[in-house]
C-alpha cells in the first residue's frame, strides 16, 4: 500500500564511486509531496548522474552504489511506472527513430490502456508544447532539438506524473517558450501538485520557479537552502 503522507522521495546517504573517483558522496535529501526542487551546482558536479541514480538507470559495471531511494517510502521498482516520468536533456535519445512522433507520443497511454484520452490531454498540452496536427506524422529526425525537447515534455506530462525529474529539459528552448513552459510547469505544481525536480544551470529562474533548491557544492558536500 502507497502511503501518502510519506515524502514522495527520500535519498539516504546516496553515493556512487569508482576505484578513480567519487561522483556522488552522501547525499541525503527529502521531498515532499508538492515541491518545485530546483537541483543546483557547477558543470560536472554530477546533477545529472544524481538524476541517474534517483531513475536507477545503469551505471559502469565497475562503479559502486551505496545508500537508497524510496518513492513514498517504497523502492522504484514497487510503484506505477507512469508516476515517475523523466525528460532528459538529450531529447533524440528518447525517440524511437522510426516512429512518427504522435506515435511516440501515444505509445506511453496505449500501454497504460488509455489511448482514448490522448486527444483530451493533448488539448490541455498543446496550447504551450505545441504539436502542429501537420507534424505528427514526421519522423524525429525532421525536427529541431528545442522542438523535440517539447515532444519530450508533452510526452511526459500526458502520463500524468506525480513526479516529473527533469534534466536540463528546456534548455534548448527559445528564452520566451522556456519561461512559458516553466510557467506552466510552475501552475501544475501549484494547482495539480505535481512534485517537480528539476536540473538546472539557471540560478535566477531556480529562484523564480523553485519552492527549494538543493546544491551539489562539491562532490564531497552538499547542501539544501
Ligand atoms: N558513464 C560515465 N562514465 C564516466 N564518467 C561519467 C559518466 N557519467 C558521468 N560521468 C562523470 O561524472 C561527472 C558528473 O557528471 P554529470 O553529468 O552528472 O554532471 P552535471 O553536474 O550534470 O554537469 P553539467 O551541468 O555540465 O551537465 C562528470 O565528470 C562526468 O564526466
Known amino acids: 500500500?502507497?502511503?501518502?503522507?510519506?515524502?514522495?522521495l527520500v535519498l539516504e546517504?546516496?553515493?556512487l564511486f569508482s576505484a578513480e573517483r567519487t561522483y556522488l558522496s552522501k547525499i541525503d535529501l527529502k521531498v515532499s509531496s508538492g515541491e518545485f526542487l530546483g537541483i543546483l551546482g557547477r558543470s560536472g558536479s554530477g546533477k545529472s548522474t544524481l538524476l541517474r541514480y534517483i531513475l536507477d538507470l545503469p551505471f559502469p559495471s565497475s562503479w559502486k552504489k551505496t545508500g537508497r531511494v524510496l518513492f513514498f517510502g517504497k523502492e522504484k521498482k514497487e510503484i506505477p511506472a507512469r508516476w515517475i516520468q523523466p525528460v532528459f536533456q538529450d531529447p533524440v535519445l528518447g525517440f524511437n527513430p522510426t516512429w512518427t512522433v504522435e506515435k511516440s507520443l501515444r505509445e506511453p497511454l496505449r500501454l497504460f490502456k488509455e489511448e482514448e484520452r490522448f486527444a483530451s490531454l493533448l488539448e490541455k498540452w498543446n496550447p504551450i508544447l505545441d504539436l502542429d496536427g501537420k507534424n505528427r506524422d514526421r519522423l524525429p529526425a525532421s525536427f529541431s532539438g528545442g522542438e523535440l525537447q517539447r515532444f519530450s515534455l508533452l510526452r511526459a506530462l500526458l502520463c500524468e506524473p506525480k513526479i516529473l525529474l527533469l534534466d536540463e529539459a528546456t534548455s534548448a528552448l527559445d528564452p520566451l517558450l522556456n519561461e512559458q513552459v516553466l510557467e506552466a510547469l510552475s501552475d501544475l505544481n501549484r494547482k495539480e501538485g505535481t512534485t517537480i525536480l528539476w536540473v538546472t544551470h539557471?540560478?535566477?529562474s531556480a529562484k523564480k520557479f523553485c519552492s527549494r533548491?538543493?546544491?551539489?557544492?562539491?562532490?564531497a558536500d552538499q547542501g539544501v537552502k
Open 13 to 15: 546517504d546516496v553515493s
Open 202 to 204: 539557471n540560478v535566477r
Open 213 to 219: 533548491t538543493f546544491e551539489i557544492l562539491s562532490r
Open 1 to 8: 500500500m502507497i502511503r501518502k503522507e510519506e515524502p514522495i
